[in-house]
């Protein structure tokens, strides 16, 4: 089923514990290795690596394909997919063997094709959504602009004097 709506993607996410990253960077440059330490980093979740050219990332081994990974560990709650939308058949094909429950395409990963062989097989189907993004948003830790401020709060901070200095500039 592709999943639309942001309660969809909560219920997935809260029920999901491992995840496979294909596309996973060791570059941290690179948003692949962002959003990987960010969900690594997460309380309950398992995130691996896929990526059959790096060893591991931030010492979490990294697994050469999805059925390497699978055949290791079991299959994955959820693929989520930072490839090309021209490789895409070919993962959600991986993702449909290692048993995979769930398939996510983060921003920009698009391809008709995949998501509909996707949909067909079963697997739940997140389209066009960064699931580090979703995540922080339903944990509270993302701010209107889209970043994590680190501070929970729902009042405004208080304009100084040296704020409003720097302001008139």
């Known amino acids: 089923m592709i999943l639309t709506s942001a309660a969809q993607r909560g219920e997935l996410l809260e029920r999901a514990r491992t995840i496979a990253m294909v596309g996973a960077s060791s570059n941290p440059l690179r948003p692949s290795y962002t959003v990987f330490s960010y969900l690594r980093r997460q309380p309950g979740y398992d995130v691996a690596p896929i990526n059959p050219t790096i060893h591991d990332v931030d010492g979490v081994e990294a697994f050469p394909s999805l059925a390497a990974y699978a055949a290791q560990r079991g299959a994955p709650d959820v693929v989520d997919v930072f490839r090309r939308p021209a490789e895409l058949v ?78 008139t500039q």
Request: hydrophobic share 50%.
């Open 90 to 167: 070919a993962v959600v094909n991986e993702a449909i063997a290692a048993g995979a429950k769930a398939i996510w395409f983060q921003y920009g990963v698009v391809n008709d094709e995949a998501i509909a062989l996707a949909d067909a097989a079963g697997l739940d189907v997140v389209v066009d959504r960064c699931m580090k993004v979703e995540h922080a948003r339903f944990c509270g830790g993302l701010s209107m602009g889209g970043l994590n401020s680190g501070i929970i709060t729902s009042r405004w901070r208080p304009a100084t004097a040296a704020t409003t200095r720097e302001e």
